[in-house]
């Protein structure tokens, strides 16, 4: 309860309550949601982010361990400043998809502020406003080096694999 006491006269007070329950527990939930928010922001590997008019608007904590930063230093800058010039022309027509409303699933190459350059898979959709307007989009970029390396080292191993099944069929 919410109490309150007033002095009416110089001999009387007047005394009111409210229950303020609802109040309490509403702020209960936001305090639960806050922390299962912050719970899943900084645990999260994937970088996830908010792009407005080109800029970033928000990045989430995870942005720090891979491109070298912390969100603070990300937000207000272009996000073609993370794209690795290779996909720059391929990142333009998904960024164009964006606006126009559609979605986008591509593996692109990011750069890190100490010039590494990341592999990630990009997912990425419009972002709507609480009136269903668009603003924006956000996306999930997962980090991929070790699937792409992987895959390289697969890729440069299948000709001397060939090589090999070859001579065992011609010694066979």
Do not use: C, M
């Not at 110089?10 to 912050?38: C, H, K, M």
């Not at 928000?58 to 794209?83: D, H, K, M, N, T």
């Not at 989009?137 to 694999?161: C, G, I, K, M, S």
């Amino acid at each position: 309860y919410d109490l309150r006491v007033t002095r009416a006269t110089p001999t009387s007070l007047v005394l009111t309550w409210r229950d303020v329950t609802e109040r309490f527990q509403g702020a209960q939930r936001i305090a639960n949601s806050e922390r299962d928010y912050r719970l899943l922001a900084e645990n999260s590997s994937d970088i996830v982010i908010h792009v407005r008019d080109g800029r970033f608007a928000w990045v989430s904590p995870s942005v720090a361990e891979v491109l070298g930063a912390p969100p603070a230093y990300w937000v207000g800058r272009q996000v073609r400043e993370i794209i690795a010039d290779e996909d720059a022309a391929a990142v333009a027509d998904r960024l164009a998809t964006l606006n126009a409303g559609g979605t986008v699933r591509q593996r692109i190459r990011v750069v890190g502020v100490d010039g590494v350059i990341h592999w990630v898979d990009l997912h990425a959709k419009p972002f709507l406003d609480d009136d269903g307007h668009q603003d924006g989009f956000t996306a999930a970029l997962r980090v991929v080096d070790d699937e792409v390396a992987a895959r390289h080292q697969t890729e440069a191993a299948r000709p001397q694999q060939a090589r090999a099944d070859a001579r065992y069929r011609r010694a066979g």
